[in-house]
């Protein structure tokens, strides 16, 4: 199982790759159309992105191109909101992704 944590930022996109066994891969993309196509290429070199559960946090208008994007690719995708316990204010934009991914893999173990 993989699970791809995305942190959406005006500008860019953070990624974390993690699968079930604990590889962590970690990128920065443009947060545009273009950048979303380059992340699953990026994605594709790890495993296909037809295996991969997205989850990226919901209801952000950073996230919206993204999603919308992905969805357009047939991408399945979670939206969540991280809880506010588990945020700091010195988390960075990879630490926000992986958190991400984290929550998703938690979220695909329990169904």
Request: aromatic share 6%; net charge negative; with cysteine.
């Amino acid at each position: 199982m993989h699970i791809l944590g995305i942190d959406a930022r005006k500008n860019e996109l953070w990624a974390c790759l993690l699968s079930d066994d604990k590889e962590k891969h970690l990128g920065a993309f443009p947060n545009s159309e273009l950048g979303v196509g380059w992340m699953l290429a990026w994605v594709n070199q790890y495993t296909p992105i037809g295996d991969v559960q997205i989850c990226i946090e919901s209801d952000t208008w950073e996230a919206r191109t993204c999603t919308r994007t992905l969805k357009k690719q047939g991408c399945q995708v979670s939206m969540q909101r991280p809880p506010m316990a588990q945020l700091t204010p010195f988390d960075t934009p990879p630490m926000q992704a992986e958190l991400m991914a984290l929550l998703g893999m938690e979220k695909a173990l329990k169904a």
